[in-house]
């Protein structure tokens, strides 16, 4: 890791590189994520306050239950659903991602918003109550609520302390546009390498930009070769393709294969169906 930069190496051996966020993106998704989650509790309030459903002396009691049981769910099922994603994350563009370059579980969305309580709301909520005993527990409270907080600015990964539970980073997530200039240079009049719609059905956004790392320039070293060859193998193995490929070819079964990938989740685009990566099919809500 150099600076703000973090290299990830995912099941199929080829390291990617993350930014990790700056405490200005993360503190700007989660101000978004608390204003969504108090504002649509909020307009539930002033509802049933118009029909006079609610008493003053209930309500308060009341909207800090709410508040619990809609953050949670919100910040799970939003991070399970968007592939670590809340709506105050895609808005700044930031997403979490499992620090051992696997794939995200829901196992580790659920431990690191659950911390997240424990961390930051449940305290603050306390605190801002004024409901406990003594002053020793403010300032407890008040003592913890800043220890947490100061996690993140002196680690190297700016991990709070749920995400160091859960195995979690939170990265820059740029927009996913993927360059014009490669795919033009890809394009060829003979396809050596045809693939069929099952193969291509596969993988999805962030595994193609993967591969556009490795076709930038073809490779002139033996660890370069070796790399291009892995890749090959790898995907070869996982798209079912029965074809053999000389060693001599890999490069060519590469960039046949990323410019028709390339065309095939362009075409998915058109129908609203954004494949983010090769978990699609389970990061989508089931009916």
Known sequence: ???????????????????ISSGGSRLGAQMLDIIITFGGVFALFVALIWMGLLSWAFMGTL?????????????????????GRTIGKKITHTRVVSADGG????????ARNLMKEVEVFMPLTTLLSGSFDSGW?????????????????INKRRQRLGDMIAGTL??????????????????????????EPQHL???????????????????KTPEA?????KVTQTIHR???????????????????????????????????????????DMNKPKP
């Open 170 to 195: 939170v990265v820059d997530q740029p927009k996913a546009i993927l360059m014009p200039d490669l795919a033009t240079k890809l394009m060829v009049d003979r396809v050596e390498f045809t693939f």
């Open 63 to 83: 909207f800090l239950l709410l508040i619990f049981l809609v953050r949670i769910p919100y910040y799970i099922f939003s991070e399970l659903i968007w592939n």
């Open 225 to 229: 070769v070796t790399r291009m060859s």
């Open 1 to 19: 890791m150099t600076g703000r930069k973090q290299d990830l190496i995912p099941p199929e051996g080829v390291p990617v590189s993350f930014q």
């Open 238 to 280: 996982k798209i079912g393709y029965t074809d053999r490929i000389l060693p001599e070819d890999h490069w060519h079964f590469l960039t046949d294969f990323y410019r028709q990938q390339r065309e095939f989740l362009e075409s998915k685009q058109l129908f609203g169906d954004a494949r983010e990566n090769k978990h699609h």
């Open 103 to 110: 794939r995200l579980t829901p196992h580790q969305i659920t």
């Open 137 to 153: 527990t403010g300032t407890f409270l008040t003592l913890w609520m800043l220890i947490v907080l100061a996690v993140p600015l």
């Open 201 to 219: 059905d596969i993988y999805g956004r962030y595994e193609l930009q993967t591969l556009e790392e490795i076709l930038r320039a073809p490779p």
